[in-house]
């Protein structure tokens, strides 16, 4: 098995990173991060926390800029806040970006009509069933337990039909039926025209739901395999090798 830092970028690449940095202040949160990605590949990121997994993801994402390099996502470049980027991706994050007071229902017929979607209301009934909350729709947002509020949230995210989606934690908060739930709908999400990146602290989880891992240290990518030929008990023995290893 050969580890792989850096994977090669091609013209044909859904994600394209070219040597991204990011600093506040005195502090490097990312060090020179370069990897691409085809449409269908899922990676999935690990790393300890303060390793920059959320600062890349947002990055990505075009929630914040980079200090130095750069990257394309479905063809945009992320510095540029080009609108067409929100139409290609959809972010699951840390924040719901739910309202409270409203429905599920409710809050989904609002991101469908940001979206400009045509049946807006059916378009947010679907995403919902999806989901396994069906019966909830008409509950306010705020009577919802936090894995019930990160399902409706990964709803709000997919509405679109998103060529790209981004992952930052996705289970967290969630119960077991939650993450089974969450994890059968991952599956039927991940396409050959839809390229995921998910970031987790779950080693079992996401070496099986990835097609390719990367192992993220103090603002680097330390490893970045496929993960093909790579077991449970093997890929938690490289990975904290790798971690130990501060590379």
Do not use: W
């Amino acid at each position: 098995m050969t580890n792989t830092v850096d994977s090669p970028v091609t013209a044909e690449s859904a994600i394209e990173v070219q040597n991204i940095h990011k600093s506040f202040g005195v502090l490097q949160a990312l060090r020179g991060i370069s990897f691409s990605l085809h449409a269908g590949d899922f990676l999935t990121i690990f790393g300890p926390n303060g390793a920059g997994k959320t600062t890349l993801i947002k990055i990505l994402a075009g929630l914040t800029r980079a200090t130095g390099g750069t990257a394309k996502v479905a063809g945009f470049d992320v510095g540029n806040g080009d609108a067409g980027l929100r139409q290609k991706i959809g972010v699951i994050a840390h924040a719901t970006c739910l309202y409270a007071d409203l429905s599920a229902l409710e809050n989904l017929v609002f991101y469908a009509n940001m979206y400009g979607l045509d049946a807006p209301e059916e378009r947010a009934a679907l995403a919902i069933k999806e989901v396994g909350l069906e019966g909830r729709m008409h509950d306010r947002i705020g009577t919802f337990s936090r894995g019930m509020q990160q399902r409706i949230s990964i709803a709000r995210a997919v509405i679109h039909d998103p060529s790209i989606l981004f992952l930052d934690e996705p289970f967290t908060g969630l119960d077991p039926h939650g993450s089974k739930v969450l994890k059968e709908y991952l599956h039927s999400l991940h396409t050959k025209k839809r390229t995921l990146i998910m970031t987790t602290h779950d080693l079992s989880c996401g070496l099986e739901m990835g097609d390719k891992v990367a192992v993220q240290v103090k603002g680097r990518f330390a490893l970045f395999e496929n993960s093909d030929n790579l077991d449970v008990p093997e890929f938690e023995e490289l990975y904290f090798a790798t971690i130990n290893n501060g590379n």
